[in-house]
């Protein structure tokens, strides 16, 4: 039976039971794959933007018998999508920022009934704040280990509503609602990040700059400091 990767199962555990998926980015199309076989959606689509990763995509639905489920489909983002061929969107193992400006081209996702599953692999704040400066919001968001590295995922959808954010937000995103380790764990990897970006602008850059990044590292810690000390 198809086993999943912890990173690629945080995101399959967002997908609504009965939903079409699209899995944009798909390579292996394991992920699709795995939510035909476990009954969790009727009919997937496997997208990518490379011959090769469809061939991949290809090899795998023909192993598991599941061709007439999914679809294959050679895609840029979600521009050969129709808006109703899925209601849940999948995109795994890309950075945040090619992440954001997929999203952007797509306008038809500013849709109530449509989830967008993400997982970022790198600049998770640029996709966290593409989504709530056009009116999405993070339904939920989690984290785990794989391999030894930390990654988080999150599922959000469009509301309309431009609510007020703080700056610091797009860097822990739901989060601090996780009750896993992983989720404090992935959060103090940020703030090291940070850290070393404020160290960074201290030396060469703005001190506004440097002022705003202290104010979100702030904000960051007090937010791990409150999450559960189980978690
Ligand atoms: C690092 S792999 C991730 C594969 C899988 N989703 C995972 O998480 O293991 C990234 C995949 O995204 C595809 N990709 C990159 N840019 C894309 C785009 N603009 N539209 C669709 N797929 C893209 C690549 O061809 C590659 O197969």
Not at 8 to 37: F, N
Not at 178 to 203: F, G, I, M, S
Request: net charge negative; proline share 3%; with cysteine.
């Amino acid at each position: 039976m198809l086993k999943l990767s912890e990173r690629i199962m945080m995101a399959a555990k967002m997908v609504r039971k009965g939903s079409i998926a699209a899995d944009i980015g798909t390579d292996h199309a394991y992920l699709p794959a795995w939510l035909i076989l476990n009954g969790i959606c009727p009919e997937a689509l496997a997208c990518d933007l490379r011959k090769g990763p469809l061939d991949n995509a290809r090899k795998t639905v023909e192993h598991y018998g599941i061709s007439d489920k999914i679809k294959l489909r050679l895609s840029d983002g979600f521009d050969e999508i129709e808006p109703f061929e899925a209601q849940d969107f999948i995109m795994c193992g890309m950075g945040g920022t090619l992440m954001a400006e997929l999203v952007s081209r797509a306008y038809w996702l500013k849709d109530n009934d449509k989830l967008l599953i993400l997982q970022p692999q790198s600049h998770a704040e640029d996709i966290r704040a593409h989504l709530i400066e056009n009116g999405f919001e993070i339904t939920e968001e989690d984290a785990c280990t794989d391999g030894g590295k930390l990654y988080c995922a999150f599922s959000a959808r469009y509301s309309g509503e431009k609510k007020k954010y703080s700056d610091a937000y797009i860097y822990y995103g739901r989060l601090p609602e996780c009750k896993k380790p992983e989720a404090k764990q992935y959060l103090c990897k940020v703030v090291d990040r940070l850290k070393t970006k404020l160290e960074a602008e201290k030396l060469h850059g703005s001190s506004e700059k440097a002022d705003n990044l202290s104010r979100i590292i702030s904000e960051t810690e007090e937010k791990i400091n409150e999450m559960q000390p189980d978690s």
